[in-house]
């Protein structure tokens, strides 16, 4: 089993900061990736940007550039750094962990920008 986490959400306005927080516990020698997803109102969770047990990461066209995924070095806690956040990127952001047979997931956190 796999608890996550998340905080760090709250309003901004465009072209802030904000930096989410997702804390993990439980069977973490057991997770191979975990990604940041978010999900807006009316619209389908997608992905924001993964990071791997060896630290590759991806990131979806939208936040390049502006977005940074990384992780403390015991694994205990993955972060989403958001730069020059735009009004688009207000949703729900979820953060995910990744085992071979299961996916778990956070209860998520709000994140509005204001234009």
């Known amino acids: 089993q796999v608890q996550l986490v998340e905080s760090g959400g709250g309003l901004v306005q465009a072209g802030g900061s904000l930096r989410l927080s997702c804390v993990v516990s439980?069977?973490?020698?057991?997770?191979?990736?975990m990604g940041w997803h978010r999900q807006a109102p009316g619209k389908q969770r997608e992905l924001v940007a993964a990071?791997?047990?060896?630290?590759?990461?991806n990131y979806a066209d939208s936040v390049k550039g502006r977005f940074i995924i990384s992780r403390d070095n015991a694994g205990n806690t993955v972060y989403l750094q958001m730069n020059s956040l735009k009004p688009e990127d207000t949703a729900v952001y979820y953060c995910?962990?990744?085992?071979?047979?299961?996916?778990?997931w956070g209860q998520g956190t709000q994140v509005t920008v204001s234009s």
């Open positions: 995910k962990a990744s085992t071979y047979g299961y996916e778990y």
């Open positions: 439980g069977s973490i020698f057991s997770i191979y990736a």
């Open positions: 990071i791997t047990r060896s630290g590759r990461t």
